[in-house]
């Protein structure tokens, strides 16, 4: 089939490549001249595993092209998506700008019937506003041409794009129109085999669904967090609470993981987005609410347990952190809401120097501190922690999983880790004469 991406950001190229790695010859187009050159020469601005071949081989193959002409695009597709961003407005709510302005090029150049996908996260109501956008162009031209506006949500989790846009557990379809599911079945049916993965449904809900499981993880993250807060209170270890739930299929074992809080490009938007949305037809969301407000403590817990070993804010001034982990999460670049920002900022404004290590994040970094004298971007985790003394531990990159705490403790002048995501147990730092603090683990610091 032919299809049209509009944006060729995260959601977009992603798509836009698996489509065409099924055999659909697919067009993305992008406003961004220098950011389309660059993927025609096999240039992927978003580090992403098992991407960048996909893209040149399918580039190469003739079936995935990419152009600033918004003319030639909508032309080209029987499907049309709509993948561009929805940036929080400055109440928390998503910012349709870039949504509509698609909407009324799609109506400025469609010439055939079309099926219009919302591919981007928006909030309830936003495929009603893009096809009155689009009609009202439509009409402002005096065209007359048949098309649907259709909801389908992406799931996908950065680090796993591509596997899970090959093999996804469910395709969200919501359109008031059967003949449209018609077409989006066709589009997926290289991902529907084995057993039935299309849920379809009407619009609205389709566009709920994808905040509802967006805003279920971020609850279950933030309710372990509380529970991790409290068995630091109490003298309990999150990590044995964590082990007793889990295998409950009620609970389950995903998404139960205590840390230094929820980052990324989704969880922290779509949840603040829904509680606008909530608020703004007349209903308190006061679930919601907690989440965030969860999540926001959260982000400052490490540097609360900094504060709690050496006494007061005072004492870190001068001191050195070797800093492993930048982005929000492992095996991506990305730092949008990364827990790593607002620790930076609180150990500079306490006047400490970090020395940070990130597998990939490093150029991410740059771009947005630039120089300062109190930030060292090393090339390594080993080079991180050279005139360090203490180390903070803040994405779970496999690398950072089993250090040599002997080496450590010989390395670190004030012998103390602080583990953001509990990848050590307790008494093997010790064991090395460190002093450890992780999240949750009231058994070894108890913080009453
Ligand atoms: C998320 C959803 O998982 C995905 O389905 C949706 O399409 C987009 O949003 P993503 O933002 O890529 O994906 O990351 P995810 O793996 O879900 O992690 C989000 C954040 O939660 C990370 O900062 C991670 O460290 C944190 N997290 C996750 C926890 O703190 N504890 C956990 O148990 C799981």
């Not at 007349?282 to 504060?307: I, S, Y």
């Amino acid at each position: 089939m032919r299809v049209a991406i509009f944006g060729t950001g995260y959601v977009g190229l992603v798509t836009g490549t698996c489509l065409a790695e099924v055999g659909h010859e697919v067009v993305c187009v992008d406003i961004d001249q220098a950011k389309v050159d660059g993927l025609g020469k096999g240039v992927i601005p978003i580090y992403e595993p098992g991407l960048e071949p996909m893209v040149k081989a399918n580039h190469a193959a003739g079936r995935l092209r990419f152009t600033t002409d918004a003319a030639q695009a909508v032309a080209h597709g029987e499907v049309i998506f709509i993948a561009v961003g929805t940036p929080p407005d400055e109440d928390g709510s998503a910012d349709l700008q870039y949504v509509l302005a698609v909407a009324r090029t799609i109506g400025t150049h469609l010439q055939k019937p079309a099926v219009v996908v919302d591919k981007s996260t928006v909030p309830v109501g936003t495929a009603d506003r893009v096809r009155e956008t689009i009609a009202r162009t439509l009409a402002g031209r005096g065209a007359q041409v048949k098309f649907d506006v259709v909801s389908n949500p992406e799931f996908l989790k950065e680090g796993a794009a591509v596997e899970d846009c090959m093999r996804p557990d469910r395709i969200v379809i919501g359109a008031d129109n059967p003949e449209a599911v018609e077409t989006l079945r066709r589009l997926y049916a290289p991902f529907n085999r084995n057993h039935e993965r299309v849920v379809s449904m009407d619009v609205r809900s389709a566009e709920l669904t994808k905040y509802a499981a967006n805003a279920m993880l971020a609850t279950k993250i933030s309710f372990m967090n509380e529970i991790a807060n409290i068995a630091e209170k109490v003298g309990a270890d999150v990590e044995m609470v964590r082990k007793g739930i889990g295998s409950d299929p009620r609970i389950g074992w995903h998404f139960i993981y205590p840390g230094a809080g929820y980052g990324g490009s989704c969880f922290p938007k779509d949840v603040q987005a829904l509680a606008r949305t909530s608020q703004q037809h007349g209903h308190a969301p006061t679930l919601l609410d907690a989440v965030e407000a969860v999540n926001e403590r959260q982000k400052g817990h490490l540097f609360e347990l900094m504060l709690r070993h050496y006494g007061d804010v005072s004492a870190l001034r001068g001191r050195t952190v070797a800093l492993w982990g930048l982005a929000f999460k492992p095996n991506t670049d990305d730092m949008r809401e990364a827990s790593s920002r607002r620790l930076l900022q609180q150990l500079w404004e306490a006047g400490a120097k970090v020395r940070a290590f990130d597998p990939e994040a490093m150029e991410e970094t740059r771009r947005i501190f630039g120089e300062r004298t109190d930030l060292v971007l090393c090339d390594s985790a080993e080079e991180a922690l050279q005139g360090a003394d203490a180390l903070v531990v803040i994405t779970e990159w496999k690398q950072f999983r089993s250090p040599d705490f002997d080496e450590l403790g010989r390395r670190l002048a004030d012998a103390v880790i602080f583990d953001g995501r509990n990848l050590y147990e307790p008494d093997d730092v010790e064991a090395a004469g460190l002093a450890y603090y992780g999240i949750g683990r009231g058994r070894s610091i108890r913080l009453d």
